[in-house]
């Protein structure tokens, strides 16, 4: 071969070589590698600003009295170790979860032991404060560990399936929610310091947390390693893994509790820091991870330079400094990341989706079912109307009384079942369209979006105007829905990837709300009963207005009874002359039309929308056009035996309906599950 001849192969092996080095090097070690870059650079930068790089290791090695060594040795530097041990953590069990429960939106929260944690440790500061002397962290860690048992032995019976522990573990996480939300309306004063807990700090004080927390993430970490390869099985099907002498059920319990573990251990020893394990294993499988090993380890890693990063961020950026707690800033700048990542890809990788599966047993007489339920509601009405505690005690609501009383318990009874009604429709669209048993009207961030328009008015306008409230959070609300459709126009509303925008953007909202609570501002007081589902402030015109939205988009929903048929059926769908992408948007904006008219009339509920579908299948109605009806009926009841058991459990104080009807609803939903798992 000529000299010049083996020169050009020589030349175009080494191109091919270098192209082969170029694809083995892909997005997700670069986006690693430009991250934990970043997060190092700011860290050097502060920590040398505090104390002379020289310094940094007679500082660790014996700082003495010496002020600036002891904040480097006993502050600094176990809060960038706590970085790094709750980022692999939070990431590791979210990426468990999501594999053991086949829904790519599943994540600690989803069993509840953040509000489990936060419902602990507001009842012992209220009730038992003396138990706080032992240690605030184990007390949010009982409440946190209590809240993962309690949903693994509900979901126990049902063999594990995906769809019986998310149901179990969004009720339990709305319950104690909703009581923890209880207390912290009825004693806010008091519970001031827990909204900054409740937002994640990871302020230390010393080597503590460090040394409680890294032997769980050890001891996980060799745990996952030994059920690796039944883990990876089980995400070709259950089938699959049977075929292999593999028990599903065991594998879900043990991954379920290694992640349940990990969140309640985290929530004990930092707050809340929610979003990370979400977003660190979305962004693993986004930019390239492809099996679970990949996805595991490049999940923690992602995790740790993820919320590394934030918090330089907000400790190094003067105008950030002490202002916001690194949870809430989570949601603030890792939100849009995901989102931006999700853009980009065309399609979003999911795994098996239990969405539709239905429950054992179909109602025989649809119609005698939603006529128990009508009659159910109606009387639930009058006894809001007619009965209740006032100066006297309990009593029937006599005939002088009523032209007084009536005009003021009327309109909040109308309200209250137009608004139940109106979410719940909501809700059952949402999980037709996006074939998710998770999804619900706050999913699509319309609620929050509403939200955000009155905090915006709060805040920039003196005083709270109920004129200038309605405006607001219609502006909010249309805002957030005019997100979603854009981000979701091209992709053909395809169900996982709507519902990912959805919550990234809902993320990044409440992230906002969250940061707003945690100022201690004065005005939050009224801003978190409005938040909390209130009908204080509603008047007959206002209840009118929703009622009739209720009748008119029940309608328009009814009338689209055979899309719901065949969405589910996907590709199937389009053969049989459906046109999938239009009648998507046309469900969504039902939905968005829905939760917009409730939000704007009692505020921004996240109980009815979720569960009433849910309650109305386990009800026996699973045709589109009976669990409509069902669902709108149970919802409205919901609403309305909350609005009356809130004005009237602890008079002449009130309780808002939203929180109430988490209460109310949740443990029926609990018991419902347990009886048909």
Request: aromatic content about 6%.
């Amino acid at each position: 071969m000529p000299l010049s001849e083996a020169r050009q192969v020589a030349v175009s092996m080494a191109e091919a070589a270098a192209a082969r080095v170029l694809r083995s090097f892909p997005a997700l070690p670069a986006f690693v590698l430009a991250m934990a870059l970043a997060a190092g650079g700011l860290s050097v930068h502060r920590l040398a600003g505090s104390l002379p790089v020289s310094l940094w290791w007679r500082a660790l090695a014996d700082p003495g009295a010496d002020v600036p060594m002891l904040v480097f040795a006993q502050t600094a530097v176990p809060r960038i170790l706590m970085c790094w041990i709750v980022g692999a953590a939070l990431a590791l069990a979210g990426t468990l979860l999501q594999s053991a429960l086949h829904n790519p939106m599943a994540d600690t929260s989803t069993v509840g032991t953040a509000s489990g944690a936060y419902l602990a440790l507001a009842a012992t500061s209220i009730h038992a404060p003396g138990l706080l002397d032992l240690g605030p962290q184990w007390v949010a860690l009982g409440g946190a560990a209590l809240a993962g048992i309690l949903v693994l032995s509900i979901a126990r019976g049902a063999g594990f399936a995906p769809v019986t522990v998310i149901l179990a573990g969004l009720t339990l996480n709305l319950l104690c929610g909703a009581l923890g939300g209880s207390l912290a309306v009825l004693n806010h004063e008091n519970l001031t310091a827990l909204f900054v807990w409740q937002s994640g700090t990871l302020a230390q004080n010393g080597w503590g947390n460090v040394i409680a927390v890294a032997p769980w993430l050890t001891l996980a970490i060799a745990i996952v390693m030994l059920i690796r390869r039944p883990l990876a099985h089980l995400q070709l099907g259950d089938q699959h893994a049977r075929s292999f002498g593999i028990l599903p059920w065991h594998v879900r319990l043990i991954a379920s509790t290694v992640a349940v573990a990990l969140g309640a251990v985290c929530v004990a020893a930092v707050g809340v820091i929610g979003f990370i394990g979400l977003a660190s294993a979305h962004l693993a499988r986004l930019l390239g991870a492809r099996t679970l090993g990949e996805r595991l380890i490049w999940s923690m890693l992602v995790g740790v330079v993820l919320l590394w990063l934030i918090d330089s961020l907000v400790q190094s950026v003067a105008v950030f400094r002490g202002a916001l707690p690194t949870g809430s800033t989570a949601a603030l700048l890792g939100a849009p990341l995901l989102l931006w990542i999700i853009l980009r890809r065309r399609q979003v990788t999911t795994v098996h989706d239990p969405a539709h599966t239905s429950v054992a047993w179909r109602a025989r007489r649809p119609l005698g079912a939603i006529a128990l339920l009508a009659a159910g509601l109606a009387l639930c009405a009058l006894l809001a109307l007619i009965f209740g505690e006032g100066k006297a005690g309990w009593g029937w609501l006599s005939a002088e009384a009523a032209p007084d009383i009536l005009p003021w318990r009327a309109p909040r009874v109308l309200a209250a079942m137009g608004a139940g009604m109106l979410l719940a429709l909501a809700g059952t669209l949402m999980q037709k369209v996006t074939g998710n048993v998770m999804a619900s009207p706050e999913v699509l961030g319309i609620s929050s979006g509403a939200a955000l328009g009155v905090m915006g008015l709060l805040f920039v306008v003196p005083g709270f105007d109920r004129l200038g409230l309605m405006p607001a959070a219609m502006l909010g609300a249309a805002a957030s829905l005019a997100l979603v459709l854009a981000f979701n126009w091209r992709s053909g509303f395809a169900p996982n990837r709507l519902l990912l925008i959805g919550v990234s953007l809902a993320t990044l909202f409440n992230g906002v709300a969250s940061v707003v609570l945690a100022m201690g501002d004065p005005r939050t007081a009224a801003l978190l009963a409005w938040m909390s589902g209130s009908t204080y402030r509603v008047g007959a015109s206002e209840a009118c207005v929703a009622l009739a939205l209720a009748v008119t988009l029940f309608v328009a929903a009814s009338l689209t009874a055979r899309w719901l048929d065949l969405l589910p059926l996907g590709g199937a769908a389009r053969a049989l002359g459906l046109g999938v992408t239009k009648s998507r948007v046309t469900l969504l904006a039902i939905a968005a039309a829905a939760t917009g008219a409730a939000t704007l009339i009692i505020g921004p509920l996240s109980f009815v929308g979720l569960m009433a579908p849910h309650m109305a299948r386990l009800a026996g109605l699973q045709r589109p056009l009976a669990q409509l009806a069902g669902s709108a009926l149970i919802g409205g009841t919901l609403l309305v035996l909350a609005d009356w058991l809130g004005r009237n459990l602890l008079f002449p104080w009130q309780i808002p309906a939203g929180l109430v009807s988490s209460v109310l609803g949740a443990p029926l939903f609990l018991l419902l599950l347990w009886i048909r798992r």
